[in-house]
């Protein structure tokens, strides 16, 4: 599902090249469809009227990309909603990091501005200070956060319907 539309999108944008560096891109767009999709389970099985939960999911969908750091830099959100909890709780928080540090370690880009020429900017320099990523784990790790609050959603899911069930009964 995400593998021939992960091809298409890596090799046509000129991503890095490189077996695990696309592989890590289709195991993050696979986790995406998936939490879109627990997601919607979760919704689903609280709102019995479909189009009440397709307008809750894209809600929510909207707020968790507006939160996750890449319309407004992590240091630029607001503190006391915004950023805490709403950017740690966000979902493509973690897909954002993991595929910014996919496509920026390793990476070295010349400074052609205002007589720096000769300079470089190094990779984690372009990480911690243009797009404020959390450095303290690797791209793996964002991946298994993310895979993690799938199984999270699906619990919840399995925990509703669980809970729906006893009180119909």
């Known amino acids: 599902m995400s593998l021939i539309p992960g091809v298409i999108a ?8 490189g077996l695990e560096r696309f592989m890590y ?41 507006l939160t996750a ?7 630029d959100l607001p503190k006391p909603f915004w950023k805490y909890p709403m950017y740690f709780v966000s979902f493509h928080k973690y ?21 720096d020429r000769g300079t470089y900017l190094g990779d984690k320099e372009i990480l911690r200070n243009i797009w404020q990523v959390e450095m303290g784990h690797n791209k793996w ?20 319907t669980k809970i729906k069930e006893k009180i119909k009964a």
């Not at 979760?42 to 909207?62: E, L």
């Not at 910014?100 to 007589?115: I, P, S, V, Y």
């Open 10 to 17: 890596y090799y046509l944008s000129g991503l890095h090249r």
């Open 25 to 65: 891109f289709s195991f993050v767009l696979f986790a995406c469809v998936m939490w879109v999709e627990s997601l919607m389970m979760v919704v689903s099985s609280v709102f019995s009227n479909p189009n009440m939960g397709i307008t809750i999911c894209g809600g929510i969908v909207g707020v968790m990309i």
């Open 141 to 160: 790790v964002d991946l298994a956060i993310m895979f993690g609050i799938i199984v999270f959603y699906r619990v919840m899911f399995l925990a509703i």
């Open 69 to 75: 750091g890449f319309y407004r830099l992590p240091n």
């Open 95 to 115: 897909a954002f990091q993991g595929l910014f540090k996919n496509e920026f370690l390793g990476l070295t880009l010349a400074r052609d501005q205002g007589g």
